[in-house]
């Protein structure tokens, strides 16, 4: 074999190797949560849905689950439109301030979280919303809305200035141009924005220590106290949950690309 | 006088009054007056950075002029947003809604005025047919050529009956042939809509064969506008006769007159006649323009009104239906002359000819205002 053949074969070694590191700690939690033991450890003992059929009658997961997903859509459905307006706005307009007003916007996404969670703790509790989820919402918006800003300013950037001086000459006042020209074309950026969005603020943890008490949990918190005080095998059937619904919002983020960049070319 | 002109009468649809555009330290245009007639296609035909693009800009809405005012059918409209102006636009690149289909593309200014669905899909359908698209309809944009783009963009123009359709540079996409076709169609287009349309290149053939009237812009004036055969055979100014045609243009001096003639003597010591100009007075420094196709090689004896320069042949190029001639001609300087191919393919460099010209085809033009 020549050297050419070599190199590809120890090419696609080194690549598998780091996806096998990327993703086998995903991967172990998942047989742990089928283990009839209750103990976490390799090796298994015997198959068991025990673990689901425990998380389905605990009111605790229930409880977090259902915060995680108020919180997130109210995040997605603030941030989500709060992150579009700021980065089609942004690109309309060059003044002396701009880089500025553009680093505010990115600091929550740059600043270390805790740095921001103790901020928000400390400003949030003068104003009465710790310990609710409001404050938990605004927090997650505000650590949100950078990821938006930056998916639909790239989708805005690939955006004809012309087709918007044509939908003018046409007779579309700005209100309809933006509904009818740029919020169909930046669409894919508004929908992986939104995605983004909602992961922040689904997986998110730091915010979510510092400013819930028992009643506002949310699942990263109740996952995190989980495997801290009472580690049980039901931590890792949640866990195992929350790879297949990562996994989906990640397909569905491949197929938006994938149109968007069919209706390009 | 073969014009091309077409419905055009003569009340102004836009008067443009000393309107003047500057980006900071830079004035894209000085002070511009121009009345465009009900019904007429113009040209605006200029080098880049001539201002005719910004002209064009500031008619349609995307700019407001610095200073000065835009009337449109008697109103003020200067300060008016483009899409209340009631304009249709075709730009360069189409612009197309690459999200819609040609139908939505060509619904879309239909919709925004709230015409009735019916309405809406009968105007659309004679708009497809009329530009020659009617199977196009349910296709997008992408899967279209680049001429039929461009139909798409001119029936979208004209389907909500605009008063006035601007151009920018339609056709600088496309290859020759589709540009031609497409020339064509558009001044046939013209002739039955009969709206007026204000279109903009920077290729003077086009310019000649599509236009009612030709405005030629230099930094930011106008340097003459009129119909094409009076800026072919009148150029006011040396830019104007070097832009449209080709041109030998020969610096002189004027050294005197006789009878409606003024005689111009070159640097070379040679001279020739032209047809006087009531600012032609003599020591005038001026530019003596004659065109190639004006210039024959004589093979007889001169015919009266006719005047004769010897030259020798530098080089001949072959382009199928002609050839052209460099000469030097005796006391003058370089001229460029159209001989029919048959003529013009027994001459060889080095060869000696007799050049004639009729005194009526030489035009001289001042150099004081214009040559910087």
Redesign the interface.
């Known amino acids: 074999m020549d050297s050419q053949y070599l190199w590809r074969l120890a090419i696609k070694i080194c690549g598998a190797l780091v996806l096998f590191f990327l993703i086998a700690p995903i991967l172990a939690i998942i047989p742990l949560s089928f283990n009839s033991s209750s103990i976490l450890s390799y090796p298994l003992e015997g198959f068991s849905t025990e673990w689901y059929a425990k998380l389905f009658v605990d009111d605790r997961w229930w409880n977090a689950i259902r915060n995680s997903l108020i919180v997130a859509a109210a995040t997605v459905a603030i941030a989500t439109p709060l992150g579009t307006f700021a980065a089609v706005g942004l690109s309309k307009v060059t003044f002396r301030g701009k880089p500025l007003v553009v680093a505010a916007l990115m600091s929550p996404m740059i600043v270390p979280t805790i740095i921001t969670a103790v901020g928000i703790y400390f400003m949030f509790s003068k104003l009465g919303l710790a310990n609710s989820l409001t404050g938990l919402v605004l927090a997650h918006v505000a650590l949100a809305v950078p990821f938006v800003v930056i998916t639909v300013s790239a989708s805005v950037a690939q955006l ?1 200035p ?2 918007l ?9 700005a209100v ?2 933006f509904r ?2 740029t919020l ?2 930046i669409l894919p950026g508004v929908i992986s924005g939104a995605i983004f969005a909602f992961t922040t603020s689904f997986d998110e943890v730091v915010v979510a220590v510092l400013l819930t008490g028992p009643e506002q949990r949310t699942l990263p918190r109740e996952l995190l106290s989980g495997t801290r005080e009472n580690l049980d095998p039901s931590v890792m059937a949640i866990a195992t949950l929350l790879v297949l619904f990562s996994t989906a919002l990640l397909l569905v983020f491949n197929a938006i690309q994938n149109r968007s960049r069919k ?3 | 006088m073969t014009e091309n002109r077409t419905q055009a009468d003569a009340t102004p649809i836009v008067r443009l009054r000393a309107v003047s555009k500057v980006y900071g330290t830079y004035t894209a245009i000085a002070s511009l007056d121009l009345d465009i007639l009900n019904g007429e296609f113009i040209t605006f035909l200029g080098p880049s950075g001539s201002g005719k693009t910004t002209t064009l800009m500031m008619l ?3 700019e407001a002029p610095t200073s000065g005012s835009i009337e449109m059918d008697g109103q003020r409209i200067e300060r008016l ?9 075709v ?1 360069q ?1 189409y ?5 819609m289909t040609v139908r939505e593309n060509l619904s ?2 239909l919709k ?2 709230g015409v009735a669905r019916d309405e809406i899909t009968r105007r659309v359908g004679a708009a497809l047919e009329q530009v020659h698209l009617g199977a196009m309809g349910d296709r997008r944009p ?1 899967q279209l050529s680049g001429g039929q783009q461009q139909r798409v963009a001119l029936a ?2 004209i389907i ?1 009956k605009p008063k006035l359709i601007v151009l920018d540079e339609p056709l600088g996409a496309l290859d020759k042939n589709l540009r031609e076709h497409l020339q064509t169609e558009l001044k046939a287009l013209h002739r039955d809509l009969g709206t007026t349309m204000v279109f903009v290149t920077h290729d003077q053939s086009e310019a000649l064969m599509l236009s009612d009237r030709v405005a030629v812009f230099n930094k930011g004036r106008i340097e003459q506008i009129g119909s094409p055969s009076e800026l072919y055979r009148a150029p006011a100014t040396p830019f104007v006769a070097s832009f449209i045609g080709e041109n030998n243009m020969l610096d002189g001096e004027i050294v005197g007159r006789e009878a409606g003639d003024v005689v111009v003597r070159f640097a070379g010591g040679a001279t020739l006649r032209a047809p006087s100009q009531d600012w032609c007075q003599t020591a005038a420094r001026v530019s003596f323009n004659l065109r190639p196709e004006s210039l024959r090689l004589a093979t007889d004896a001169a015919k009266p009104g006719c005047q004769r320069v010897s030259a020798r042949v530098l080089d001949t190029v072959y382009l199928g239906d002609q050839n052209r001639v460099v000469l030097e001609a005796d006391g003058i300087g370089r001229l460029m002359l159209k001989a029919d191919a048959e003529n013009g393919r027994a001459l060889a460099p080095g060869d000696v000819v007799q050049v004639e010209m009729t005194v009526a085809s030489g035009r001289v033009l001042t150099r004081a205002n214009n040559e910087t």
């Open positions: 004809d012309v087709l001086r044509a939908a003018s000459s046409l007779g579309a006042g309809t141009s009818v020209v169909p074309l209706l390009r070319d | 349609a809405g995307f947003p483009a899409h209340k102006r009631n304009i249709g636009v730009f690149n612009a197309l809604f690459p999200h879309f200014p925004v005025r992408i979208r123009a909500f």
